[in-house]
């Protein structure tokens, strides 16, 4: 009767820790659309600021480009990221820069 209990037990929490897991895992509703549109935002004004000799299929060559930019429109912005968003701002905007057709 108590490996029951147990595993009964166990179940409930494990369900527990999975709904708390989707809950911390999903955006606040609009949350993405807000960092959709200031990614879209960012990328045009980074491609209106691009350099024509840079080859923007070339992510490596890009990343520093656009790392420089996208300091200085956020800071223009007075827009606070922490480390973890801007990357992942960054790496958004990289790779839709470099699957665009320019």
Not at 64 to 73: I, M, N, S, Y
């Amino acid at each position: 009767m108590t490996d029951r209990t147990t595993s009964d037990n166990d179940k409930k929490l494990e369900s527990e820790l999975s709904e708390i897991r989707v809950r911390r895992d999903s955006p606040a509703v609009g949350t993405r659309d807000a960092f959709l549109e200031l990614k879209n935002q960012l990328c045009r004004h980074i491609l209106a600021m691009r350099d024509p000799a840079l080859d923007f299929s070339d992510r490596a060559q890009i990343r520093p480009f656009v790392h420089d930019r996208l300091d200085a429109l956020l800071d223009e912005r007075r827009i606070v990221l922490n480390r973890g968003e801007k990357r992942q701002l960054l790496e958004a905007i990289v790779a839709e820069l470099s699957q665009s057709r320019i």
